[in-house]
């Protein structure tokens, strides 16, 4: 079972090596090309290589990791027939302001999907940080093992996306379509801060602040808690805002 990551940053990356400890391979994309993720190849070992999006669209579960506002440019005919993974937010004041997103007539997710009209989109991973996602994977039936939200329009494709999430560690709630994927958008309450541990210690520096959360290991959210945060929701407007922003 190969993995395609395109996109290898902080999420695309979490994701390769939780699949290379998981015994898959993976093939690791981005926009400036494969030299530029040698380091990551070679921390990863003999399962990686570096492709561009085209190659790693030829894996067999792909996954789209890349800033909303890059999302027209996935490679669609490449990754026509093919399940893909997306794990993107949007954020417009990073994004850019989307209207069919601001009005709430599309998720980010229906959005993707219509661009990729010949895929079956699927959504997971955006409702966790990159540094929660890697350190809250469990085997299946750990006691602690933690659950995350999917949605979809494609059962077989769903079904792919829950044993994904077994192997790499994770229990699946779904939630329904990519219409209710809504629920676990920016500003939801299964958003980021379930798997969070707590604040950190007051008065660290904004650099140590980072340090904590990346090094102080999350709090795991079971299947059960995960339904309800997702079950008793209000859809509210579209977008995450950044902490101390307007
Ligand atoms: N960070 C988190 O904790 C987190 C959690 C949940 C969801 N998310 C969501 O997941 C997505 C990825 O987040 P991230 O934090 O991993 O971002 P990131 O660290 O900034 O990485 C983005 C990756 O996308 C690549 N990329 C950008 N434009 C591309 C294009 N047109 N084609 C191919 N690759 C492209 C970048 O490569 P280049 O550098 O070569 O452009 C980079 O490898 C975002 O939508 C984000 O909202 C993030």
Redesign the pocket.
């Given at each position: 079972m190969t993995l395609g990551l395109?996109?290898?940053?902080?999420?695309?990356g979490t994701l390769a090596r939780l699949a290379v400890a998981a015994g898959m391979d993976v093939i690791l994309?981005?926009?400036?090309g494969p030299a530029?993720l040698a380091d990551l190849v070679t921390e990863l070992g003999d399962q990686a290589r570096a492709a561009t999006?085209v190659e790693a669209a030829r894996a067999d579960l792909v996954v789209a990791?890349?800033?909303?506002s890059?999302y027209s440019?996935l490679p669609a005919d490449a990754l026509a027939g093919k399940t893909v993974i997306d794990?993107?937010?949007y954020?417009p004041q990073r994004d850019g302001t989307i209207p069919e997103l601001d009005s709430n007539e599309l998720t980010s997710s229906e959005l993707v999907q219509r661009h990729l009209a010949s895929s079956r989109v699927v959504k997971a991973?955006?409702n966790?940080?990159?540094f929660n996602l890697g350190n809250l994977a469990r085997p299946a039936g750990a006691d602690d093992r933690s659950a995350l939200p999917i949605a979809g329009d494609d059962t077989a494709a769903k079904a792919e996306l829950v044993a994904l999430l077994d192997t790499l560690g994770y229990d699946a709630v779904d939630v329904g379509t990519l219409a209710d994927s809504w629920r676990s958008e920016p500003e939801t309450p299964v958003y980021v801060q379930p798997y969070m541990p707590g604040r950190p210690p007051e008065g660290l520096s904004p650099e140590d602040t980072f340090r904590w959360m990346t090094e102080t290991p999350g709090h795991p959210v079971p299947a059960g808690r995960i339904k309800e945060l997702t079950e008793n929701v209000v859809r509210g407007p579209a977008g995450g805002r950044f902490p101390g922003s307007a």
């Open positions: 395109i996109g290898s940053g902080m999420i695309g994309s981005n926009s400036r530029t999006p990791t890349i800033p909303l890059a440019q794990t993107m937010n954020y991973f955006n966790i940080t990159f």
